[in-house]
């Protein structure tokens, strides 16, 4: 029997962290698709945008922590 180690633990956080990044980007496309009035045709350019909103996001979040932390 194989025990759990810290390294299974970081990586089903880091599994549950990548859903919920992704689900985070779904929403944020489909609003954007929303905003433009359900127009067909840009659901990349949508996906993208959100991706890099929420990246955006995650970023400053990281650098606010680390200044709190500082």
């Known amino acids: ?3 759990k180690t810290a390294s299974d633990s ?3 956080h880091d ?5 919920s990044t992704e689900e985070l980007i779904r929403v944020r496309a489909y ?3 929303e905003e ?3 127009e067909k045709g840009h659901d990349l350019d949508d996906w993208l945008r959100a991706e890099s909103e ?3 996001r995650n970023l ?3 650098q ?3 200044k709190a932390g500082a």
């Open 60 to 62: 400053l979040l990281k």
């Open 10 to 12: 970081t990586a089903k």
């Open 54 to 56: 929420i990246a955006g």
């Open 64 to 66: 606010r922590v680390r």
């Open 31 to 33: 609003l954007l698709y």
């Open 15 to 19: 599994e549950r962290s990548l859903d």
């Open 36 to 38: 433009r009035g359900c």
């Open 1 to 3: 029997m194989r025990h």
